[in-house]
């Protein structure tokens, strides 16, 4: 299988498999995207009227449209994912708004949209050691777009869970050989997460003219460690886990659990978050 299908195919499987948790634990995400738009209006980005695409949409929540950046502006909102678990686990019933697809190869004609969205996403397409990373994806989101069309995004920052994936690495390597399906999968950091002028190189290549970008430290508190660790469970448990055979990624998971329990203490974990928001013009 090529590499690009293979972590297309974990991120996918992953997804399909948590969206039940997911709907519950994916508070860091919903706060990402608000404070997404919240950047998008600060920096006066001005939405022409027509379509909008929710690229990586998850479980499809349209409640953001109605803040002020769209008002008026938008005749209908198209949400695209990988995962067709994560599309069928949305509340709302509207036809023709969820089409199961994959963000670097977009179903749809050449400047279809006036404004595309993606929240928290395209770190999934960064995975440098194997020489991948989001420019097909950002090159098919410039072409669906319309002249003076806007893309707005989200990616996490490089730093992000670096607590929980330092512990999640230092355990993997005790675990004893036979547990491993494929070692060339074991990452430092399965997020993929990127440096802020990665992000803008790949935007640039696609054709972007950047409009603003910044890179943000958003440490997130939680209660109960546990709390967190469903948190990471819910948006990547296989991503963590694709270098396990089957058969051993609940025993991993438990040790990294514990082990990062037992290093952070049970209670009041402040995760440490960095998260890239930008917008780019097709000028
Ligand atoms: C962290 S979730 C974010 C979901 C949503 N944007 C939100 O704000 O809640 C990442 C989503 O990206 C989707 N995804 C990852 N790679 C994708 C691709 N190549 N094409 C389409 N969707 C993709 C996943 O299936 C998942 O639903």
Redesign the pocket.
């Known amino acids: 299988m090529a590499k690009d299908t293979y972590l297309?195919f974990i991120?996918?499987s992953t997804?399909n498999k948590q969206a039940g948790l997911?709907r519950k634990y994916?508070e860091l995400?919903?706060v990402?995207?608000q404070n997404l738009i919240s950047h998008a209006e600060k920096w006066n980005t001005k939405v022409i009227p027509g379509l909008l695409l929710?690229?990586?949409?998850?479980?499809p929540?349209k409640s953001f449209l109605k803040r002020k950046i769209f008002s008026n502006l938008i005749s209908g909102y198209v949400g695209?994912?990988?995962?067709f678990n994560?599309l069928s686990a949305s509340v709302s019933n509207e036809p023709g708004t969820r089409v199961n697809?994959?963000?670097?190869a977009i179903p749809f004609k050449p400047e279809s949209f006036s404004v595309v969205i993606?929240?928290?996403?395209l770190h999934?397409?960064n995975f440098p050691e194997q020489n991948l990373n989001p420019l097909t994806?950002c090159k098919e989101i410039f072409n669906v777009l319309k002249q003076n069309g806007a893309f707005i995004l989200s990616v996490s920052g490089i730093g992000t869970a670096q607590r929980f994936q330092k512990v999640f690495y230092e355990v993997s390597k005790t675990v004893p050989d036979s547990f491993f399906e494929n070692r060339s999968l074991l990452r430092r950091d399965p997020i993929g997460s990127m440096e802020l002028h990665e992000l803008i190189k790949v935007l640039k290549l696609a054709g972007f003219t950047i409009s603003h970008a910044l890179m943000e430290y958003e440490p997130v508190f939680f209660e109960k460690t546990n709390d967190y660790i469903s948190h990471v469970k819910a948006?990547g448990e296989d991503i963590y886990l694709s270098a396990f055979k089957k058969q051993h990624r609940d025993t991993v998971w438990k040790m990294v659990s514990e082990q990062f329990e037992y290093t952070v203490g049970k209670h009041n974990y402040e995760h440490d978050q960095f998260m890239i928001y930008a917008v780019a013009l097709k000028t």
């Open positions: 297309k991120v996918q997804y997911y994916s995400q919903k990402n995207l929710d690229a990586g949409c998850g479980i929540d695209i994912d990988l995962s994560m697809a994959d963000l670097e993606s929240n928290s996403v999934w397409l994806g948006y």
